[in-house]
């Protein structure tokens, strides 16, 4: 079965950091696109980055570009998100998800992040 | 990088169909047919519904179905049940990156 759990949400002060990580199992992860998507309350999803399954392509949402950092550990079949220089407009539940046809195939739980002093 | 365009709220009775559009631009919906639906449940993960427009994955009801018609894609659910209650959401590849509608909520009266 194809899962991924997130963790590492919680609460910082605004400049703050964090590290999310993902942990898949049930599937080849070295060979997938990962990807982090997020959900402010009450807003729609928002794509944060991706990276492709050698970790050799990149893209970032221009929002986090130079704060946030994807990567992965393939060994570990495991993704991150380093977030820093937290703002409060970067509260939001923080999803990890599969890439497959185009599209994300499968999503965790979510982990929640609240940036508030 | 601005978010596609979906209604805030639509809603049928059970066994009537419902359309929720998903509006964007020609560098994302109307440039390139990866536009992909998720549902959402309070507390769940999302889920998958339709991928490239009108593909649906294993598992989902043949009672959804997409379509494009320039810069506006269209998700369909036909034979509303109850359990279709939920937060829709569009997507779209924008090259290189993605972008999301704001998420409509699909109410089954």
């Known amino acids: 079965e194809v899962q991924l759990v997130e963790s590492g949400g919680g609460l910082v002060q605004p400049g703050g950091s964090l590290r999310l990580s993902c942990a898949a199992s049930?599937?080849?992860?070295?060979?997938?696109?990962m990807r982090w998507v997020r959900q402010a309350p009450g807003k729609g999803l928002e794509w944060v980055a991706d990276i492709k399954g050698d970790g050799s392509a990149k893209n970032y949402v221009d929002s986090v570009k130079g704060r946030f950092t994807i990567s992965r550990d393939n060994g570990k079949n495991s993704l991150y998100l380093q977030m820093n220089s937290l703002r409060a407009e970067d509260t939001a539940v923080y999803y990890c998800a599969r890439g497959w046809y185009w599209a994300f195939d499968m999503w965790g739980q979510g982990t929640m992040v609240t940036v508030s002093s | 990088q601005s978010a596609l365009t979906q209604p805030p709220s639509a809603s049928g009775s059970p066994g009537q169909s419902v359309t929720i559009s998903c509006t964007g631009t020609s560098s994302d919906v109307g440039g390139y047919n990866y536009v992909s639906w998720y549902q959402l449940h309070p507390g769940k993960a999302p889920k998958l519904m339709l991928f490239e427009v009108s593909k649906r994955p294993s598992g989902v009801p043949d009672r959804f179905s997409g379509s494009k018609s320039g810069n506006t894609a269209s998700l369909t659910v036909s034979g509303l049940q109850a359990e279709d209650e939920a937060d829709y959401h569009c997507c779209s590849y924008a090259g290189s990156s993605w972008v999301f509608g704001g998420g409509t909520k699909l109410t089954v009266l």
């Open positions: 049930g599937f080849t992860f070295s060979r997938d696109w």
